[in-house]
């Protein structure tokens, strides 16, 4: 994740530093003319998917499932956060941290409470992710690890309650708590009636007094696809809609760590949740490692995308690195150890144990990133260390594309030159305002088409918190036209960061796609924005001319650029178009970032026949800085409308501050 100087709000008309005339001189009508005779290119059927990491509480708290905060009681050495002593008043009762008496290795801490009266028993209470869940006619499935010093075997009681303790949802008693560690299991099942609530806490109460230890105590509501250690649905579900090809995992910094030792390492995070010891994570906060390598790939296989598998290469954030060399190698066998993992069946080593953790086939795979904006080691390393495990990855894994992790034309690559000779793929991250975004449109134009693929693995228009406003989306679709017109090269991208809890305290990066509470999530008008991008596109690139472009825009062009496919924009108008090869359908996307209407005359040349009904998809805003939040989700949304104006030449007027999608049906 690259740190970001916040900038000057836009100005929307301006294009490479030049005040474009139309609005000022009273330039003529534009006029888009569409050549449908042939292909300019082909649209890379992985361009648009996801990034995620462990930031923004984007898996404990926000997409894994689990409710408990601290489960484990490792979140502190000193005191069990999020963790309260419950008691009537001038009881006596305590709790404490315990190391004394381990589960096993990976759950080396528990929380002793000692109670003192049996009339009205004591208990502990989590309070979870600023709240626990409440909606009506919901079955949690709960677990937890108990023993006690009594001499006789006694009963708990669980129960979701209120934070004053007036109210109580759901309740059940567990019983045979005896005097060794035993993993109970329980449900707890809401009314019908329940109305929906997250000012609450989760609350185990032991039916007599006495001396009892409780470690990894666990809360799961309903999971997508039901599965067990799963993610929650109604986020899934906004993924699933955005229709993504590929996963980005674990993602960013997340997979360096601040040293060696907080790194993702892939292989603790496998197995039952009860042996996953978990470690600091990079933004301030543990991770519990409940969201390890199998759940990610299942997160994959559940929305039918492929993983992008990135490894650590050897450089955590602290500016720790090894060479390349024999030091390296163990980091080097690591990988290939973890991408058997992924791909392996269950004659090798690591798919049987994958078969073991419950998944006996196999993942796709067809990218493996090497390391996460290594461009800041200041070392230089990188060039000796992506060269070891790029040559261990191709002689074992000939068909795999192997991903440098810096590389571009004028990102990191600028400041610290990169050998990207063996990089089938370079990965380019940009954060940026929307006026930088929409002056950049045409960045790949320029490009070599000699060299590497692209993959932009880190990208985002930065205005509005936590979630991008109205402008931060018409950034976005300003850059994403110039992405999938060059999609010939740009073969990936993924927009960062994707989660934010919008609670207080649960925001450490601003701008981020897709926002959450305890009870509900939404997205952002960026997110709906690349929802209509990736959607509504073809397989092949149409070539446009925009007629009254500005002189000064013509010498942005490149000879090594696609000739057909130079800068689209005039005046405020971004614009790129798709053909299905199959059905004939022309995506037309046109972004307008302009405060009044683009009347433009659009021509269809090279088609037989154009049906004169074309859908049309429109998200737009009365202002700029308009946005969605967790009270207001879908404040601006994509709506669908007709147009029965379509001919070979015809006029569309596009609405100020809009994003336009218009499906031709031609052949």
Not at 178 to 193: I, M, P
Not at 284 to 309: A, I, K, Q, V
Not at 466 to 488: C, Q
């Amino acid at each position: 994740m690259l740190t970001f100087k916040k900038m000057l709000p836009p100005l929307g008309i301006m294009l490479n530093g030049l005040l474009l005339p139309s609005l000022l001189c009273g330039q003529t009508k534009p006029k888009l003319t569409l050549d449908l005779s042939h292909a300019a290119a082909q649209v890379s059927p992985r361009l648009y998917g996801l990034m995620t990491e462990e930031i923004n509480y984007s898996y404990d708290g926000g997409i894994y499932g689990e409710l408990v905060r601290n489960r484990a009681f490792r979140d502190h050495a000193d005191k069990a956060d999020h963790w309260f002593l419950i008691k009537a008043d001038g009881d006596s009762s305590s709790m404490k941290l315990d190391t004394k008496h381990p589960v096993n290795q990976a759950l080396p801490v528990s929380l002793h409470l000692k109670t003192a009266s049996a009339n009205a028993p004591a208990g502990i209470a989590n309070d979870g992710f600023w709240g626990i869940p409440v909606k009506s006619s919901t079955t949690y499935k709960g677990s937890f690890y108990a023993f006690t010093e009594n001499a006789a075997a006694t009963a708990i009681t669980a129960s979701i309650e209120s934070t004053d303790g007036k109210t109580v949802y759901a309740r059940a008693e567990i019983t045979g708590i005896g005097n060794s560690w035993k993993k109970f299991s329980y449900t707890l099942t809401t009314t019908q009636t329940a109305k929906p609530a997250a000012d609450t806490r989760l609350v185990l109460r032991p039916s007599t007094a006495g001396s009892y230890f409780f470690s990894l105590v666990s809360l799961f509501p309903p999971t997508f696809n039901n599965r067990a250690n799963g993610n929650r649905p109604d986020i899934m579900q906004l993924l699933a809609d955005m229709k993504p090809s590929f996963l980005r995992l674990p993602g960013g910094n997340y997979l360096e760590g601040g040293m060696f030792s907080t790194r993702f390492d892939w292989k603790k995070t496998l197995g039952p949740i009860d042996h996953r010891p978990g470690h600091m994570g990079t933004w301030g906060y543990r991770s519990s490692d409940g969201m390890g390598l199998l759940e990610y790939l299942e997160w994959c296989e559940d929305l039918h995308m492929e993983p992008l598998l990135a490894v650590f290469a050897g450089y955590a954030l602290n500016g720790d690195y090894l060479e390349k060399g024999p030091l390296l190698k163990p980091f080097v066998d690591e990988a290939l150890e973890e991408i058997e993992y992924v791909t392996g069946d269950t004659t090798t080593v690591w798919g049987k144990k994958r078969a073991q953790d419950g998944h006996p086939a196999p993942f796709p795979l067809h990218y493996v990133e090497v390391g996460n904006e290594d461009g800041f080691d200041k070392s230089t390393s990188y060039n000796g260390r992506f060269e070891q495990f790029a040559d261990a990855i191709k002689a074992k894994y000939p068909n795999l594309q192997v991903v440098a992790t810096m590389g571009g034309k004028d990102w990191l690559g600028a400041r610290y030159p990169f050998d990207a000779s063996k990089a089938d793929v370079v990965d380019e991250h940009y954060y940026r305002n929307a006026f930088e975004m929409e002056s950049d449109a045409a960045h790949y134009d320029n490009y070599d088409r000699k060299g590497p693929k692209i993959f932009v693995g880190e990208w985002a228009t930065r205005e509005g918190s936590p979630t991008p406003n109205f402008n931060s989306a018409l950034g976005d679709a300003a850059w994403m036209t110039g992405m999938e017109r060059n999609s010939d090269i740009v073969v990936m991208s993924c927009s960062a960061p994707l989660f934010v809890n919008v609670n207080p305290g649960g925001m450490q990066w601003e701008s981020d796609l897709i926002g959450y509470n305890a009870l509900s999530s939404y997205g952002s008008p960026s997110y709906y924005a690349q929802q209509m991008f990736n959607n509504n596109k073809g397989d092949e690139v149409i070539a446009i001319h925009g007629d009254g472009i500005p002189t000064q825009l013509q010498k942005l062009n490149h000879k090594d650029s696609l000739a057909s496919v130079n800068p689209k924009t005039y005046a405020g108008l971004f614009y790129v178009a798709t053909r299905d090869s199959k059905t004939g359908t022309v995506y037309l996307k046109v972004v307008n970032c302009l405060p009044t209407v683009q009347n433009v005359s659009l021509e269809l040349n090279g088609a037989a026949k154009v049906k004169p009904a074309a859908k049309v998809i429109t998200m737009k805003a009365d202002k700029p800085e308009d946005t969605n939040t967790i009270t207001e989700p879908k404040k601006i949304v994509p709506v669908n409308s007709k147009f029965n104006g379509v001919k070979n030449l015809f006029n569309y007027a596009f609405a100020p501050y809009s994003i336009t999608i218009l499906q031709l049906e031609t052949k």
